[in-house]
């Protein structure tokens, strides 16, 4: 299967918010912005085995977002910032998009509030309520008993 320009850069976009999405690989990319880390260093605030931490940092790795570097029997990562780009100018096109409606929701609601002031809506219902007369009469009646006194009871 041949796979074109956006078919790749979907790939690429699929893998940076999937490896985003969890809460340890996003505070592994902020520990990272310090600069290069061991795994271990990396791994010890996150209280889990290294095998499961391990898995982790390759969902990092396949989408691009760190790169490892061994030193000896070290193992440090990096942050690589390119597919953190690619996906920030993505979400930008969205940014601009909506941007442009909720200054015209923005501009529309402006408008209205100008035609008609809450203030003014305020005014009108206090005006209803001193114009109208009161309809109830004085003191309002009670409801009618359901019945009468309490009969015999049945003796066993």
């Given at each position: 299967?041949?796979?074109?320009?956006?078919?790749?850069?979907?790939?690429?976009?699929?893998?940076?918010?999937?490896?985003?999405?969890?809460?340890?690989?996003?505070?592994?990319?902020?520990?990272?912005?310090q600069g290069n880390l061991s795994v271990g260093e990396l791994a010890a605030p996150h209280g889990m085995?290294?095998?499961?931490?391990?898995?982790?940092?390759?969902?990092?790795?396949?989408?691009?977002?760190?790169?490892?570097?061994?030193?000896?029997?070290?193992?440090?990562?990096?942050?690589?910032?390119?597919?953190?780009?690619?996906?920030?100018?993505?979400?930008?096109?969205?940014?601009?998009?909506?941007?442009?409606?909720?200054?015209?929701?923005?501009?529309?609601?402006?408008?209205?509030?100008?035609?008609?002031?809450?203030?003014?809506?305020?005014?009108?219902?206090?005006?209803?309520?001193?114009?109208?007369?009161?309809?109830?009469?004085?003191?309002?009646?009670?409801?009618?008993?359901?019945?009468?006194?309490?009969?015999?009871?049945?003796?066993?």
């Amino acid at each position: 299967m041949v796979k074109y320009k956006n078919d790749v850069e979907d790939d690429t976009l699929n893998a940076v918010f999937a490896a985003l999405a969890d809460p340890t690989r996003r505070q592994v990319l902020q520990d990272l912005e310090q600069g290069n880390l061991s795994v271990g260093e990396l791994a010890a605030p996150h209280g889990m085995s290294l095998p499961g931490f391990m898995k982790h940092l390759r969902v990092l790795e396949d989408a691009g977002l760190v790169t490892r570097a061994k030193d000896g029997r070290v193992v440090n990562l990096a942050i690589s910032p390119e597919p953190m780009q690619e996906a920030a100018m993505w979400l930008s096109r969205y940014e601009k998009f909506w941007s442009a409606r909720l200054d015209a929701l923005g501009r529309y609601l402006y408008r209205q509030e100008e035609l008609n002031p809450p203030w003014k809506e305020a005014q009108r219902k206090a005006s209803r309520k001193e114009s109208r007369p009161s309809t109830s009469p004085g003191t309002t009646p009670s409801a009618p008993k359901k019945s009468g006194a309490r009969g015999p009871t049945r003796k066993r």
